[in-house]
């Protein structure tokens, strides 16, 4: 299949290309069902911010490993990647492995899928850090005063 441009639209064929995702309005539609199909470590698809990718040639790559994207193959994996808190590198590597758009899902930008809450840990350092530093002026206080 080929744009007016006489250049190949991505397909979701199995094929040893890599595909860009560039424009979103070229993008193939995926329904759940085809998505949910693609659920092995033979052919491992995932959707993220709306955008469906073929993770099988990245999956050795993955810093958490293979297994952590098999878990979530063939379904929405958007609020995992939010969570892990991806940043601009990530974001670009997946534009190279996408294949078309989940149907009926909001595409997502780069800056909807970081995660600006800082995650729950980052609370916990912050509490742990406060209570360090209180602890440390409460005895040097009373160091002084004994």
């Given amino acids: 299949m080929t744009t007016?441009?006489?250049?190949?639209?991505?397909?979701?064929?199995d094929s040893d290309e890599e595909l860009v995702?560039?424009?979103?309005?070229k993008l193939k539609e995926i329904t759940e069902e085809e998505l949910s199909k693609h659920n092995s470590h033979e052919a491992p698809w995932l959707a993220i911010g709306g955008r469906v990718y073929k993770i099988k040639k990245y999956?050795?790559?993955h810093p958490g490993g293979a297994e952590v994207l098999l878990e979530k193959a063939g379904s929405d994996a958007t609020e995992e990647f939010?969570?892990?808190g991806h940043g601009s590198n990530a974001r670009e590597l997946m534009k190279k492995y996408c294949i078309g758009k989940l149907q009926g899902a909001t595409l997502m930008s780069d800056e909807d899928l970081t995660n600006k809450s800082g995650g729950e840990g980052s609370k916990w350092l912050i509490f742990a850090i406060l209570a360090v530093i209180m602890a440390y002026i409460y005895m040097n206080?009373?160091?002084k005063v004994a």
Avoid: R
């Fill in 4 to 13: 007016d441009d006489s250049k190949p639209v991505p397909t979701t064929e």
């Fill in 21 to 25: 995702c560039n424009d979103d309005s």
């Fill in 59 to 61: 999956m050795s790559q």
């Fill in 82 to 84: 939010k969570q892990i």
């Fill in 141 to 143: 206080k009373y160091k």
